[in-house]
């Protein structure tokens, strides 16, 4: 069985507050040979604007997770 993490940075999409901004996320996965990736980690490495704190969306291409910038860190559950 072959075992592999991927650590990628994706564009995503902040929605919330009356406000939208991109985004880029790292996104870790285990890939396990033919199967679908599992994701463990978001982490949004940077916004285009500087956003209130709150929650938010975060918009990705396969994925839309509820987030919240709390005390200027991102808080990103895994869905």
Partial sequence: MCNQVKDDLYSGVLLGSG???RC????LMNLVNNR???V?????????KSLPE??????????????????????????
């Avoid at 880029?24 to 996104?27: F, K, P, T």
């Avoid at 463990?40 to 285009?48: C, D, K, L, R």
């Fill in 19 to 21: 406000r939208k901004s």
């Fill in 40 to 48: 463990f980690e978001y982490h949004i490495v940077s916004a285009e």
């Fill in 24 to 27: 880029r996320v790292r996104v």
């Fill in 54 to 79: 709150g929650d938010y969306q975060l918009l990705l291409d396969w994925e839309t997770l509820n987030v919240r910038l709390q005390d200027g860190e991102w808080l990103v559950p895994l869905s």
């Fill in 36 to 38: 679908p990736p599992v």
